[in-house]
Structures are given as C-alpha cells and as structure tokens.
C-alpha cells in the first residue's frame, strides 16, 4: 500500500517572518541604490565548480529526450567567479542578492540552499568595505543595532585573547593539543587545518557578544581569493563579521593576479586530490578575466538568511527560510 500520511507542506518559517524577510530584502536593495550600486545577476548553473577544498558544489546533469546525459555542469557556491567577469568587464560597482547551493551542509546555522548578498567596490580598501557592511547590517538589524558596539581585531589578537595561542608562530603540537582539547580526534591534521578547527569550534562562537565584531588579517595560506598583505606577508587581506557567535560575511582585497590565482586552484586541486575529493576543470573564464584586467577592487558575501535570524532572534536557520530542503 502506498503511503497516505498527508506530508508537510507549510513553511519553516511564519508569515510575520517571511514578510520581514522581504522587508528586509527591500531594504538591502534601497541601501545600494542610494550608494549607486548596480544591482546584477549572473547564472545559478555554471560549467565549472570552485575548488576551495571546504566547499563542495552540486552537481547538475543535463539529459536529451533519451534520458542520456550530455552535460554536467554544477549548482554556484556564490556569484563571485561571473561578478568578477562582469567587473573586468567594465560594469564597475555591483552587487547581487542570489541564492547559492553548498552540498554536504545542513545544521542550525546551514542550509544546502540559502541566501547571500554579495558586493565589489572598485578602489576600496578592506577597510572602507568593514565600514560599508557594518552600515548595511545596523541598517538590517533595526533598533536592536543600537546597542552594538563595534569592534575590530587581527586574526592574532583573536586568537590569542581566546586561546593564549600564537597562530602564526605556534608549533604544531601546540594547535594539536587545543584541537584535541577541543574535541578533535583525528589522527593527523595540518596547520591550516587546525587553525580552521580551533577558529570554528573555539573562537568564533565567542565573537560578537553585544558588538560587530570583525576579525581580518587570516593567514595567507586561507587567502583563497584575496591578496596577501604586502607589510605582513604571513596574513591575507581577508576579514570576517560575526554577531552573536555566528559568522556573517566574509570580505576580500580582491586578488588580481591571474598566474598567483591559477596556482593557488592548482594547489587546491592537490589538495583535494590528497583528501579523495572531486577534482574539476579550473573556471578558465574567470582566470581569462583576471589576465585581461580586473581593476583594483574589494568584494564581501554577507549570509543573508543569518541575519535575518538574528533580527528576529530566530535559533535555527529553518525559522527564517520558506522551505528547508527536506521540504523544498
């Protein structure tokens, strides 16, 4: 007998927080018209996945009227390879409110699918982007921002005003032994593994208790797609906001350089090879945009659903989303 049992089909979240959601959505795209910020948007399916070996990208097959596959291609992880070609392009300052697929995550703070707002400044320091967010997220927030202080420290000072730890300069049986009293169990890590492990499960869900709290200065070999600090070559031109213990955005002085940026994918793909991940074709269309100029700029991806949750002091990311995928 097929099964009968009526399934679920309400929302995860309630109508008064869906329509905050919109007023909020409205509210991002007025704060950008004001700042003559041109709103664009770039495709969902994409030929190639990123190769950041912490993400982990979706795949879609395309079939002809035989049901026989013909192409893969791969759901975005985030607007940023297509934005930064229509930015080398010439488009200038952009930002797009899109949502993006992540596989393998789920949990109070995730969702395989969800919501980022994600924006380039050309000429901008990392400096003049941490004030940007902080405006766009008081401006989001509401009244309850008005009590946040703000705060800015290094990844440095992060760590060791949380840990007594030295991330650039501690050894490695140092950050194993924080990892392990953290709960860590695995035979072998490398640095830039344990460092991410201690800054998750330790660090960051301490930041942002009553203020916007933005860590920058991570070490260069987590650059990812940002430059490394010319006076500190140890540490990237990186940054990331937290509240409340929950990470928020995370901001790059863009890299530019497309010989440093192909080795870097090279280097992830090595590195997936080594952990039995998937290893894809390089973006050879953003690498082509890089060569052929991206001009000076820095870009940030704010986790849109995230903060709507903390506007309306919501505990799972289920309560501020229409469907979360079980049920979508």
């Known amino acids: 007998m097929p099964d009968t049992t009526p399934a679920d089909w309400r929302s995860g979240a309630t109508p008064a927080v869906l329509r905050r959601r919109a007023a909020l959505i409205g509210a991002a795209r007025g704060f950008f ?3 003559g910020v041109l709103e664009v948007d770039t495709p969902i399916v994409v030929n190639a996945p990123v190769s950041d070996v912490h993400i982990h990208s979706a795949q879609v097959t395309f079939t002809d009227g035989a049901g026989q596959p013909v192409r893969r291609c791969y759901l975005h992880t985030s607007p940023e390879y297509a934005m930064k070609r229509l930015i080398a392009g010439g488009l200038g300052d952009i930002y797009q409110i899109c949502h993006v697929v992540r596989g393998l995550e789920r949990g109070r703070l995730h969702n395989a699918e969800f919501t980022l707002i994600e924006w380039y400044r050309m000429g901008w320091s990392l400096e003049a982007l941490m004030d940007e967010v902080e405006a766009l997220t008081r401006t989001l927030l509401g009244p309850r921002a008005a009590a946040l202080a703000s705060e800015r420290l290094s990844y440095r000072e992060a760590f060791r005003q949380h840990l007594d730890i030295d991330p650039f300069d501690a050894p490695l049986q140092t950050l194993a032994a924080a990892a392990r009293a953290a709960g860590f169990t695995g035979e072998s890590a490398d640095r830039d593994e344990l460092l991410e492990l201690l800054m998750s499960v330790r660090i960051g869900p301490a930041l942002g208790g009553g203020a916007l709290t933005f860590v920058h200065g991570y070490p260069a070999s987590q650059a990812a797609l940002a430059r490394v600090d010319p006076t500190e070559p140890r540490a990237a031109q990186r940054f990331e906001l937290y509240l409340s213990g929950i990470e928020l955005a995370n901001g790059f002085h863009e890299l530019a350089d ?15 090879q080594r952990r039995g991940l998937e290893i894809a074709p390089l973006d ?3 690498l082509g945009a890089l060569a052929a100029g991206l001009p000076d700029c820095s870009g940030v991806a704010l986790g849109f659903d995230r903060l709507v949750m903390l506007a309306v002091d919501a505990v799972r990311i289920d309560e501020v989303i229409p469907f979360p995928i079980e049920r979508a």
């Open 33 to 35: 018209a004001d700042r």
């Open 258 to 272: 497309a010989r440093e940026q192909r080795e870097r994918f090279e280097q992830d793909q090595r590195v997936r």
């Open 284 to 286: 050879e269309q953003l």
